[in-house]
């Protein structure tokens, strides 16, 4: 599992239709997360995903430093999945996108991280599974961390 994680002063989702836009998720400060989802990803790899975003230590203190967390600072989430995390352009100049998980599998797995984010206390809003989205946010910092469940050093 793949997580690009950006620390935003405000951030939304818009779903697109034919005829309508429609904003799926809206937060103020906190994390914008795009969330990518592989074959082999399961619940250990949501899990520590989950555990990581609620407790990574990207947000300043009294001194200027980056020690805080969304629990501490009161920090939102909106997550957003996206498969081309999972994309491989190193051939040709059309990536592939077999690496990413089936859609099945990727949203139980995408709604899993979203719970298991909900049940650290935090307030979740999220974008829609398999749809044409548009993400505007402000990038604060600008701080961009990635996440890889896999590469765990």
Same mark, same amino acid.
């Given at each position: 599992?793949?997580?690009?994680?950006? !620390?935003?002063?405000?951030?939304? &989702?818009?779903?697109?239709?034919?005829? /309508?836009? %429609? #904003?799926?998720? !809206?937060? =103020?400060?906190?994390?914008?997360?795009?969330?990518?989802? #592989?074959?082999?990803?399961?619940?250990?790899?949501?899990?520590?995903?989950?555990? !990581?975003?609620?407790?990574?230590?990207?947000? %300043?203190?009294?001194?200027?430093?980056?020690?805080?967390?969304?629990?501490?600072?009161?920090?939102?989430?909106?997550? &957003? =999945?996206?498969?081309?995390?999972?994309?491989?352009?190193?051939?040709?100049?059309?990536?592939?996108?077999?690496?990413?998980?089936?859609?099945?599998?990727? %949203?139980?797995?995408?709604?899993?991280?979203?719970?298991?984010?909900?049940?650290?206390?935090? #307030?979740?809003? #999220?974008?829609?599974?398999?749809? /044409?989205?548009?993400?505007?946010?402000?990038?604060?910092?600008?701080?961009?961390?990635?996440?890889?469940?896999?590469?765990?050093?």
């Amino acid at each position: 599992m793949r997580a690009v994680i950006q !620390k935003v002063s405000h951030a939304q &989702v818009d779903v697109l239709s034919e005829r /309508h836009r %429609e #904003t799926s998720g !809206k937060i =103020s400060h906190g994390f914008l997360i795009l969330l990518g989802i #592989t074959h082999d990803d399961n619940e250990a790899d949501a899990s520590y995903i989950a555990d !990581k975003i609620a407790n990574l230590r990207i947000f %300043e203190d009294e001194a200027g430093k980056l020690n805080l967390s969304l629990k501490d600072t009161g920090g939102s989430v909106l997550l &957003v =999945s996206q498969f081309t995390l999972y994309a491989d352009a190193r051939s040709g100049r059309r990536p592939s996108f077999s690496a990413a998980a089936p859609a099945r599998q990727a %949203e139980s797995l995408y709604q899993r991280t979203a719970e298991l984010l909900r049940a650290h206390g935090l #307030t979740v809003e #999220t974008g829609r599974f398999q749809t /044409h989205m548009q993400v505007s946010l402000c990038n604060d910092g600008p701080v961009t961390l990635l996440l890889d469940s896999k590469k765990l050093f």
